[in-house]
């Protein structure tokens, strides 16, 4: 079974930047299109970014575009969310979800994805 883990989240003062990983074990990055999500308080989660298996990587989120970024390590089986310029309206905790057979494009919809992580937060404060 497909397990996933995310880290690198905490506090940051606006404008800084954090690089947020998802670590997955069970199998290889090659057969998912790994996306993040983020949800804040009182808010539906949302599709951020995601990279399919062939690589392709894709922003959802217009808010974000131009600041983050998702790349990936196959070496370390790791999915990487650089996230730069951070304002305070990206507090939320962030998660990683897998689907397999995604190979060319990914789905932004929360729903399409069956493996998820527990979640890190990010907190954009002065």
């Known amino acids: 079974q497909l397990q996933l883990v995310e880290s690198g989240g905490g506090l940051v003062q606006p404008g800084g930047s954090l690089r947020l990983s998802c670590t997955i074990s069970?199998?290889?990055?090659?057969?998912?299109?790994i996306a993040w999500f983020r949800q804040a308080p009182g808010k539906e989660r949302e599709g951020v970014s995601c990279v399919a298996g062939d690589g392709i990587t894709t922003v959802f989120l217009p808010s974000v575009k131009g600041r983050f970024s998702t790349s990936r390590d196959h070496a370390k089986s790791t999915v990487f969310l650089q996230m730069n310029n951070l304002r305070a309206e990206d507090t939320a905790v962030y998660f990683c979800?897998?689907?397999?057979?995604?190979?060319?494009?990914?789905?932004?919809?929360?729903?399409?994805?069956?493996?998820w992580g527990r979640g890190t937060q990010v907190t954009v404060s002065s």
């Open positions: 979800a897998a689907e397999p057979g995604m190979f060319r494009e990914c789905s932004a919809s929360s729903t399409t994805f069956h493996s």
């Open positions: 069970g199998d290889t990055l090659y057969n998912y299109g």
